[in-house]
């Protein structure tokens, strides 16, 4: 069975908590928290169909990871990629075009990572440096339901696959 269209629920990675650490008689010395990783939609030209997320629809990135002390900055949260056929059109949720994957190893990202928190080291300072005092909270990351849908060329027009009298048409065409 030919799938042409897939309604996909994404949710980014949050970023990584910031570190409040200190030097013994030295002040802060914490490291930032990793960014999340994001979802991203690549166009493949070895894929026919969106019939991969016939069985999954729910996807997540990896979160970042949090300082340390030491000045150690948190590792980054791990990137999502998802394949999709060459030709296939990003919708959102008011059925608005996003993207449009006209060529092969055509990326866009669908959903971005949550920034890292702020270490202590950063708010150092010469009357706050022995305050205990920091951004420490990241950001979420964000949650959307992109639906992709795949259109094909025929006669230098986009012929929607999901419409019985184009794909008859294409079939005579291609």
């Known amino acids: 069975m030919f799938h042409d269209r897939a309604r996909i629920h994404v949710q980014a990675g949050r970023g990584g908590d910031g570190a409040l650490s200190f030097v013994p008689k030295g002040g802060p010395d914490g490291g930032d928290g990793g960014p999340g990783g994001d979802v991203v939609l690549v ?32 590792a980054s949260g791990e990137t999502v990629d998802l394949r999709v056929p060459v030709g296939t059109q990003v919708l959102d ?68 696959l999901h419409d019985a009298a184009a794909r008859a048409r294409h079939r005579r065409v291609g």
């Open 43 to 74: 166009a493949d030209p070895d894929l026919r169909d969106l019939s991969s997320f016939r069985n999954r629809q729910h996807f997540k990135a990896g979160k970042g990871g949090a300082g340390g002390g030491g000045n150690r900055h948190g």
């Open 93 to 160: 949720e008011d059925e608005q075009l996003v993207a449009d994957l006209v060529a092969a190893g055509a990326r866009v990202t669908v959903a971005h990572g949550g920034a890292g928190g702020r270490g202590n080291r950063r708010f150092a300072a010469p009357e706050a440096a022995r305050r205990r005092r920091a951004g420490r909270v990241a950001e979420r990351g964000e949650v959307v339901a992109p639906e992709p849908d795949l259109e094909r060329e025929a006669q230098g027009c986009r012929v929607p």
